[in-house]
């Protein structure tokens, strides 16, 4: 007799009351310890239920869970659903453009993420931190490498020809996140200025998603604003905070390659397609077939990986004063070889109250990277062990060299070689400085001062020798290459803003108004040299052969900006909201400034 499965599935759409999809959102049975996520469209799917009634339960970050009851009976059943915000945090106070708001008085769409929603995932940028935990922000990350950047979408891509990426304010302080590394043209992937920044310092990140939200910061947030508010002190006595963890990281779907076997017999397939005879074929790329390799390349350029991270932090104090001193360390391999990063930092934030009206607080953030670049996409590794490296090839040759191939060119295309003797590092500083002062004329006008300093130092080698690229003199002699390059950026902002408050009867009124003037300078030192005895760590000024040497002023600009927010709030039923803003920019025509 046949026998069938006694099994019904499950599925349906998840949206928000904004009419955003659920990105992410948990689909769980308890009583089955059965579960699934809804995908980029909302949408889910849960197999393999067996027949019976179970409660559904839908979850969702800062949305009311739903509870359902469904009966199962060999049918694939729809279930739909709109999950309503969570309106117990209605009265929490989140940070917007240029201050503060109680979230039910916010008429525009805006996310707020805490320390603890972020704080458990090991990596190495905080971006990384909030995927999935946000509904309508898609992140997305390119590759495993550490310290790579992450691509952030919000509400899709708002430009055609300008970046895509959202505007960061740190502390009230627009961020310069823009790659000024090589590493996207040399090794295929961007560095995250982001990087620098400890995960674990973050007190919450508020996502400003729609027009209304980011129109305060003009031009520069059209494709959203990311605001990061870090860990300040608290009144209380001392309290000392050490965490340590450790981990191993992997690669998911491997691509399963063909065998030495496999690969001749393809090829010798095609070879008789194209009316060639069989016993004619004896070599493929020069490699003899009585003498083929059998290859994993895949295999030979993965590995485990492994990290460790630390951090200690030391807040306390008491009304008047308190303070807030954290630092971290990181140090990880990925499971690409040859790609190493190791991070510290250091931040420093005390809060001061001398009078009553008047408040003061400064805060620093210094980090320090090193990282060991891994080559990936069509740079080589990885990339061109999935697309051009044959299982036929050897990695060595008898003689313990690395075998050879290059395509034509004047390089050595062995992937094994490239991550073995290219090396390619970074090490970066930024320090990153702001002091905010507040004074309040009364309870309902406080004037807001505040000034940052963003410095980022970054110096970079990249060594390619002799035995990976051919390369030589007028006297035949194969010449190894060493390139240094610094570059440094100066980033000045200030923030002056006024804010009104007044009740009017059951109605609330506030208006705020300021400026806000950033200046920005790069200065660049770039030298190429070669030589048959170079090493990474020789020293550029005792080269053979110096190939060029370049230094200046990169770019430089200021500007200047104008605006204003007002919210009327009537009976706290209906929310009004009017924004302003004029930038001006020493890189617009004289005639055109603003």
Same mark, same amino acid.
């Given at each position: 007799h046949v026998v069938f499965s006694q099994t019904s599935s499950l599925s349906g759409n998840i949206t928000l009351d904004d009419g955003d999809v659920a990105i992410g959102a948990n689909i769980f049975i308890r009583d089955l310890n059965l579960g699934t996520s809804s995908d980029i469209n909302g949408d889910y799917n849960l197999n393999g239920i067996k027949n019976g009634k179970y409660e559904i339960t839908i979850s969702y970050m800062g949305y009311n869970s739903i509870s359902k009851s469904i009966s199962f009976n060999d049918k694939n059943i729809q279930f739909d659903t709109t999950l309503v915000v969570d309106g117990v945090n209605l009265d929490q106070v989140v940070v917007?453009?240029?201050?503060?708001?109680?979230?039910?008085?916010?008429?525009?769409?805006?996310?707020?993420?805490?320390?603890?929603?972020?704080?458990?995932?090991?990596?190495?940028?905080?971006?990384?931190?909030?995927?999935?935990?946000?509904?309508?922000?898609?992140?997305?990350?390119?590759?495993?490498v550490a310290g790579s950047s992450t691509s952030i979408r919000i509400r899709g891509v708002n430009t055609l020809s300008g970046g895509a990426e959202p505007l960061y304010v740190i502390d009230g302080i627009p961020l310069m996140n823009d790659d000024i590394s090589e590493s996207s043209?040399?090794?295929?992937?961007?560095?995250?200025?982001?990087?620098?920044?400890?995960?674990?310092?973050?007190?919450?990140?508020?996502?400003?998603?729609?027009?209304?939200?980011?129109?305060?910061?003009?031009?520069?947030?059209?494709?959203?604003?990311?605001?990061?508010?870090?860990?300040?002190?608290?009144?209380?006595?001392?309290?000392?905070?050490?965490?340590?963890?450790?981990?191993v990281s992997s690669e998911t779907n491997r691509i399963n390659m063909l065998s030495s076997k496999q690969y001749v017999e393809l090829y010798q397939q095609a070879w008789v397609n194209d009316g060639n005879n069989s016993s004619e074929l004896t070599e493929i790329n020069g490699i003899n077939l009585d003498s083929i390799a059998n290859t994993d390349w895949i295999d030979e350029v993965l590995q485990l990986g492994q990290f460790v991270n630390a951090n200690l932090s030391l807040n306390g104090g008491k009304e008047k004063f308190n303070y807030y001193f954290g630092s971290s360390y990181r140090n990880e391999t990925t499971f690409l070889k040859g790609n190493e990063f190791e991070r510290i930092t250091f931040k420093a934030s005390i809060n001061y109250k001398p009078i009553k009206r008047l408040r003061i607080s400064a805060n620093t953030n210094l980090g320090n990277t090193k990282n060991k670049y891994a080559i990936t996409g069509s740079a080589g590794g990885l990339g061109r062990a999935q697309s051009e490296a044959l299982p036929i090839y050897p990695i060595y040759n008898n003689?313990?060299? !690395?075998?050879?191939? =290059? &395509?034509?060119?004047?390089? *050595?295309?062995?992937? @094994?070689?490239? $991550? +073995?003797?290219?090396?390619?590092?970074?090490?970066?500083?930024?320090?990153?400085?702001?002091?905010?002062?507040? !004074?309040?004329?009364? =309870? &309902?006008?406080?004037?807001? *001062?505040?000034?940052? @300093?963003?410095? $980022? +130092?970054?110096?970079?080698?990249?060594?390619?020798?002799?035995?990976?690229?051919?390369?030589?003199?007028?006297?035949?002699?194969?010449?190894?290459?060493?390139?240094?390059? *610094?570059?440094?950026?100066?980033?000045?902002n200030y923030n002056s803003t006024l804010k009104l408050q007044r009740k009017i009867r059951s109605n609330k009124f506030s208006i705020l108004g300021g400026f806000s003037t950033q200046y920005l300078v790069e200065n660049y030192k770039y030298d190429r040299v070669s030589g048959a005895d170079l090493t990474f760590n020789s020293n550029v000024d005792g080269a053979t052969y110096n190939e060029y040497s370049v230094n200046g002023k990169g770019q430089e600009y200021a500007s200047l900006s104008y605006f204003t927010r007002a919210n009327y709030n009537v009976k706290e039923k209906y929310l009004l909201q009017l924004s302003y803003r004029t930038d001006g920019s020493s890189r617009f025509g004289s005639n055109n400034k603003y």
């Open positions: 917007v453009g240029y201050g503060t708001q109680i979230k039910k008085e916010i008429s525009s769409s805006i996310i707020t993420l805490n320390a603890d929603e972020i704080k458990d995932k090991p990596s190495t940028n905080f971006s990384s931190s909030i995927q999935g935990k946000a509904a309508g922000v898609q992140i997305t990350n390119d590759n495993g043209s040399r090794n295929g992937y961007n560095i995250s200025p982001l990087s620098l920044i400890n995960p674990n310092d973050i007190k919450n990140i508020t996502i400003l998603k729609d027009a209304s939200a980011t129109a305060i910061y003009g031009s520069r947030g059209a494709n959203g604003v990311i605001l990061i508010t870090t860990k300040t002190g608290s009144k209380g006595k001392p309290k000392l905070n050490l965490d340590v963890s450790s981990g003689d313990g060299s !690395y075998f050879w191939w =290059d &395509n034509g060119g004047l390089r *050595n295309l062995n992937p @094994l070689a490239e $991550i +073995n003797l290219l090396d390619n590092r970074g090490n970066t500083y930024r320090l990153l400085n702001n002091i905010k002062i507040i !004074y309040d004329f009364s =309870d &309902n006008i406080s004037f807001n *001062n505040e000034i940052g @300093l963003d410095l $980022i +130092n970054q110096h970079e080698k990249f060594f390619t020798p002799k035995e990976i690229e051919i390369k030589t003199d007028s006297n035949n002699v194969r010449l190894s290459t060493l390139e240094d390059r *610094n570059i440094n950026y100066q980033t000045w």
